[in-house]
């Protein structure tokens, strides 16, 4: 018989506890992002930690229907399919290039290593640095201007988002290009800031962007014709010569 050990949470006489607290008791007393923090670290956040992770969650929530994550489970749902399969294919939308740098971004701010050492080797190999660059934000992204500022009210703007900014410094300093510190480097930067581990950067994003879904598959469903297609019109055919 296989058997399970965890931490999360046990049923004890018919009770629920999540980390060592009946669920029943925390019913009507925590907030959802209260219950967030709190089962993935153990303890409740203090009050300027649960507005942190309010902005976090807020600043992801939405981006429009032109993002793989909208129109995806949108696609999805017009083929008759339900609502949770179409939320799954959404969540499955989210990677490296949209909702994942977070994670890398992350992974570099809490890394030991300085942000001109993270500059520099990403510019020798010829990669990318995660949180830099936008397709629509040119010179600024401003959620993640707000999410600085809001930071800073809350004292919570500490080392993370100064080597985020560093981070960017250097990419000018030493490219001799310009590229906009997007929401994903400022949401790594919280994310940071709170002691949370890296590896829940994509975990965010999908928290955060999950509503947004949710608006945009109901709307699907209940205002759309069903079976999204292409119009042949917005095909561009490039294969061989047709005869």
Excluded at 31 to 46: A, R, V, W
Excluded at 78 to 94: E, H, P, V
Excluded at 139 to 148: A, G, H, K, Q, Y
Excluded at 149 to 164: P, S
Aim: charged share 30%; glycine share 8%; hydrophobic share 40%.
């Amino acid at each position: 018989m296989m058997k399970w050990s965890t931490a999360v949470s046990i049923h004890k006489e018919g009770k629920l506890y999540v980390r060592g607290q009946e669920l029943n008791k925390l019913i009507g007393k925590a907030s959802f992002s209260e219950m967030i923090f709190f089962i993935l670290k153990g303890k409740m956040p203090k009050e300027n930690e649960r507005k942190l992770l309010d902005a976090i969650l807020v600043s992801s929530l939405e981006h429009g229907v032109e993002v793989p994550s909208a129109y995806v489970p949108r696609v999805i749902v017009s083929t008759g399919n339900q609502m949770n399969t179409a939320l799954a294919g959404g969540l499955l939308a989210i990677g490296d290039y949209h909702g994942g740098a977070i994670e890398k971004s992350a992974m570099n701010l809490q890394s030991k290593q300085s942000a001109k050492a993270i500059v520099k080797e990403a510019i020798s190999n010829k990669e990318r640095i995660a949180g830099l660059g936008h397709k629509i934000y040119k010179e600024t992204d401003p959620r993640s201007e707000v999410l600085f500022k809001y930071a800073k009210t809350l004292k919570l703007r500490g080392k993370f988002f100064d080597k985020a900014q560093e981070i960017a410094r250097e990419f000018e300093k030493q490219s001799g290009k310009k590229l906009v510190l997007n929401v994903d480097m400022a949401m790594a930067a919280a994310i940071s800031e709170l002691g949370f581990d890296y590896r829940l950067g994509k975990a965010f994003f999908c928290l955060g962007r999950l509503p947004g879904m949710i608006a945009h598959t109901y709307e699907e469903l209940t205002e759309e014709k069903p079976y999204r297609r292409f119009e042949e019109g917005d095909v561009i055919y490039r294969g061989s010569k047709i005869k």
